[in-house]
């Protein structure tokens, strides 16, 4: 299921500064896509947790 990097932002805002990406999604993985731009894509199972596949523009905010 796609969410947009507004949605996005909007659940980023909500935590506290330094929640990390996989907390602010609630998921167990993430994936780093360098062609992805608009969406951040989640991903029911991955290797038995949930996943994201999320923009590598937001690796400098949240590492990675």
């Given at each position: 299921?796609?969410?947009t990097m507004a949605?996005?932002?909007?659940?980023?805002?909500?935590?506290?500064?330094?929640t990390p990406l996989a907390e602010i999604l609630s998921?167990?993985?993430i994936y780093w896509s360098g062609s992805l731009t608009g969406y951040i894509y989640l991903i029911?199972?991955?290797?038995?947790?949930?996943g994201a596949?999320?923009?590598a523009s937001?690796?400098?905010?949240?590492?990675?």
């Open positions: 299921m796609p969410i949605e996005f932002e909007t659940l980023a805002a909500a935590k506290p500064a330094g998921v167990g993985n029911p199972e991955v290797m038995g947790k949930p596949i999320v923009p937001l690796k400098g905010r949240f590492g990675g």
